[in-house]
Every structure is written in C-alpha cells, then in structure tokens.
C-alpha cells in the first residue's frame, strides 16, 4: 500500500534547499525509493515549505531514510533550516488522482453522443422536409437554394446544413456551399440500401420523448416493464423503416436460401407464418418473391397490423398474404413449413412459450427462422459500436417490452446464441443452428 511521508520546514535560503535535494537527487539515482515527490512554498509565509513524497510501502520509505545519502541530506537540511524539520508518516486510505489523459478522451466521447443526441431531431425534420432528398443529386448548392427547393426558411436550413456538415453527415465545399457525397447520398436518400440510417433515428429517438421517459422511469424501479404498444407511435413506424433494409437486401437472396429445404417448399406453393411481424414489411417480401405460398403476418399490436394489411393492399397481396393481430403464442391457422420472427423474439415475454406453440404449428419437416440482433454471448465480446446501440436500444425498448407480458423473459436485444439456443431448446426442438448471419443479423434454424 502507498505510504506518504510529509516534511515540513522553515528556511529563508530556499536556493540552498534546493542545492541540497538536487544533490541527493543525483547521489540516490537509482536507490532512492520515493517515487513521487511534491515540494510547496506556503502562499501566506515564504519561509514556510512542505515536501510531499510518495512510497510504494511503508517498508520502502525506511529503506530509502537508511540510506548514508539521506541520512546526510537531513544533517545539511538541518543546517540550512530554521528549527528541525518536521517528519508526518502516512498510510494512504484513500487516493484518487485523476487521469487528465482518460479525462479528455471521455469527455471527447461525451461532446460527440451530446452531438449526436442534438441532431437526431434534426435528422428526422431533414427527412420529412425533404432537405437530404433536395441534394440527392450531388449537387453543391447553399442554404438559399435548399430552403428554396424545399420550401422552407433559409436561416433554419442554413443551421440545420452546419450541424449536419459539422457532423459529417453533409460535405461542405470551400466555397461554403453544401453537398452530398455518393456515399451520404445511399446513407440518407437511398430507402432501398442496407445502409440507409434514417429509420434508426426514427426509431431510437421515439423512447427520447418526455412522457416514454417517466414511463421508463417508472418501469426501473417496478421492473413491471413498458409495454411496446406504450411508446409513441414513431417507434412502430421508425423500427419498421429501420429493419426494412436489412430485410429487403438479405431475406429473399440470403437468409431463405440458407434454411434447409425452405425455399424448396414455399416454391411448392408452401405457407409462412410471420410473428411479431409490425408492419409486415417481411411478409410482403416473402409474399412478393413467393406468388405461390401463403404468407401471414401476427403481431399484438393492432395499429401495426392495420398498417400492414394497408400496404398488403396497395400492394396488390391481399390474395396469397393477409394479417391478423394475435399474440405469439396464440396465433392460429397453420401448419406452416415455415414460421418466422424477424428481431422479435427478444421483445417477447415468454420467447418459450412462442416457440413452443410454434413447434405444435409446424408442417412434418417445416422449420422456425429466428433472426435476432448480432452478439456474442459474453457481454465482453459486446463492447462495440453496434452493440452499444443495440444495448442502448434494448434498455429502453425491448427489456421493458419483454417485461410487461407474462413470464418476462427479457432476453434483451444482444441475446446472443447461447441464449437463443437455450429457449428453442427449452420449447423442445431438438435441432438448432446458426443458419446465416450478417453484420447486423444472426439467423437461426429451429427443427423438432
Ligand atoms: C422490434 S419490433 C419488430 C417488428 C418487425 N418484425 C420488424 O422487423 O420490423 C417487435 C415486434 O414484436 C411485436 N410483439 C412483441 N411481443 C409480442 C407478442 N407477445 N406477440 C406478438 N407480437 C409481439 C411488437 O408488437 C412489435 O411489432
């Protein structure tokens, strides 16, 4: 343990004093055992100092008092004083120095989440307004031609094009107009790309509101959960454009291709079942790609539902893909040879009792495909990016979900395959694997 030796002493020749230690410095190179030393002069008495020096053990510090070099500094300190030194020996209880260094490069990541915190506002307003897609061309332009083209006052957009330039969301050019490179241009304006960002915002944001945060609050100490139907709509249509991507790039090319005999059989004019499916944007891209099978979408939240049957419609499915609200382990029809849960079973509260009427609904050889969030089962092997925001997520949104149906689970959105692997097996399928995966998904197959 540290131990801390305190010399205090009076002198009007503080150059002597210090000849003396410079001395001894060099004399005690590589002997000496202090290994921090602090000399003050007091402000209200200039004859008065105090010497703070620092040992790794009260051992060291009398081994370094018995050396023949200190033994002779405190005879000469004792000549060049007024009055003998004064010695305090301390055990250190309690040391806490601050690490300017770790200091700065948390507060460099504090001023880059506030900045992000700040923005996500102003990215859902930039979308809605049209402002990214006024400059999906490329364009250079200044704030007068993108509120113009918007229809939208220049002092506001000429703010909103320095936060999001200042972000790196926006390019500025030396000539102070703005644009947006090809890259910006598929992460802001293209819905169709994997890497479309706005719908994230969207939907990350949607917990941020004053009244979801009380309710948040609330749910912390009862551990009663908040359920998903509770939040604000803007989660509902946010999380649905946040996914789609994803879903639209992978689902028909990737994660249908690598399930054993699925596509064979949905081909075959097969039938799916969509759980906890939101919006539906995955069943009516199962039903889009298979005109032959019969695709249905169950989620508990009507409003959803409503939503989904509305664009079944527009969509010209409505005949092979229809809706229905019901919970995930209620829903009925069946057997499918196919039963999916797109990032949804996590936010489920009896993921056990979901994938165990699942196994009861099930054609002979038809299988569940679970895609949940990418994680590794060790919270350690989690300390990155993605899932910073996948936990971030979760504390908000999917662990309260799960919490306010019965059982309450909480698997929580970085779940993992161990976890995974432990529900399908507690409902009984006697295979599982990791079908396929991507840097956002993990895709499971579930069997009997
Ligand atoms: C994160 S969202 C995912 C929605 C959709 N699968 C997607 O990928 O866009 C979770 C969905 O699960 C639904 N959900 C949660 N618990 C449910 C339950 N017990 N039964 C049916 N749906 C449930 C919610 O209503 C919500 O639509």
């Known amino acids: 343990m540290t131990f801390v030796q305190v010399i205090e002493y009076e002198t009007k020749d503080e150059d002597r004093v210090d000849r003396i230690m410079n001395e001894w410095l060099r004399l005690t190179q590589g002997k000496r ?3 921090h030393s602090t000399m003050g002069k007091d402000r209200d008495k200039p004859s008065h100092f105090m010497q703070i020096v620092e040992f790794p053990s009260y051992e060291e510090a009398m081994r370094n008092s018995d050396l023949p070099e200190t033994r002779q500094l405190a005879d000469e300190m004792r000549e060049a004083c007024d009055g003998d030194p004064r010695f305090v020996n301390l055990e250190v209880t309690r040391d806490e120095i601050l690490d300017e260094d770790a200091m700065m ?6 001023v880059t989440d506030l900045g992000a915190v700040a923005l996500a506002p102003s990215l859902v307003i930039g979308e809605r307004l049209g402002l990214f897609a006024a400059m999906a061309d490329g364009t250079p332009r200044t704030s007068a031609e993108v509120a113009a083209a918007t229809d939208c006052n220049e002092r506001n957009v000429r ?3 320095s936060a999001m330039a200042a972000s790196g969301y926006v390019s500025l050019d030396a000539d102070g107009r703005f644009r947006l490179t090809p890259e910006q241009v598929v992460a802001f304006c293209d819905q169709e790309s994997p890497y479309y960002a706005l719908g994230g915002f969207q939907s990350f944001s949607a917990a941020a509101s004053l009244e979801t945060r009380a309710k948040l609050q609330q749910a912390f100490r009862t551990g009663e959960g908040l359920g998903w139907d509770q939040h604000h709509p803007e989660l509902f249509s946010g ?5 789609r991507p994803g879903y639209a790039t992978f689902l028909v090319d990737m994660w249908l291709p690598a399930m054993t005999d699925t596509v064979a059989r949905l081909r075959a004019g097969g039938s799916v079942a969509d759980i906890g499916c939101g919006f539906g944007y995955s069943t009516l891209m199962m039903a889009r790609a298979f005109p032959e ?3 249905t979408g169950f989620d508990y939240h009507g409003p959803s539902i409503e ?3 509305r664009q079944a419609k527009q969509e010209g499915l409505t005949k092979h893909c229809d809706f229905e609200v019901a919970g995930s382990a209620d829903f009925g029809g069946g057997p499918y040879d196919l039963i999916t ?3 949804c079973l996590h936010d489920m509260g009896d993921p056990v009792g979901a994938l165990s009427h699942c196994r009861a609904r099930l054609t002979e050889g038809g299988a569940v495909m679970v895609v949940e969030p ?3 089962d060790d919270i350690a092997d989690n300390m990155n990016p993605l899932s910073r925001a996948f936990y971030a997520a979760s504390t908000v949104i999917c662990v309260p979900a799960s919490q306010a149906q019965p059982v309450g689970r909480a698997l929580g959105a970085q779940a993992g395959e161990a976890r995974t692997r432990e529900v399908a097996a507690e409902a009984g399928f006697g295979q599982f694997r990791r079908a396929t995966e991507t840097p956002f998904n993990i895709v499971y197959e579930m069997r009997s």
Do not use: K
């Open 374 to 376: 990418q994680a590794a």
């Open 33 to 35: 055992t202090a290994h």
């Open 105 to 110: 490069s948390l507060m460099g990541r504090v």
């Open 293 to 295: 099978a019969r695709c």
């Open 159 to 161: 703010e909103w094009l």
């Open 341 to 343: 849960f797109f990032d």
């Open 307 to 309: 939503a989904a049957r």
């Open 239 to 243: 999380t649905a454009r946040f996914f």
